[in-house]
């Protein structure tokens, strides 16, 4: 894993609290991870397609994405990290 790549995220399945960075998690039988490093990396080459001018058909990511959607959701994955 890169400077650059999120890390895992983490949830536990009996636990009430949502995705959490792994830093945050707590150890148990219930514990489920989320390598986070395939997601983060598709996100920053759409994006670099999408700013070289490739449509979003072409890059496959249906009609409604975009550029600024991508980014949005490179923040809130960001965030859920903190």
Known sequence: MSKEDAPPLAVDLAGTQPLQSIQHARNADSMRYLAM?????????????????????????????CEQGLHRAAAQIAWLLV
């Not at 395939?38 to 409604?64: C, F, N, W, Y």
């Open 37 to 65: 490093v395939p997601l983060s990396k598709l996100i920053r080459v759409k994006t670099i397609l999408l700013q070289q001018g490739q449509s979003p058909q072409q890059v496959e990511i249906g009609q409604r994405a």
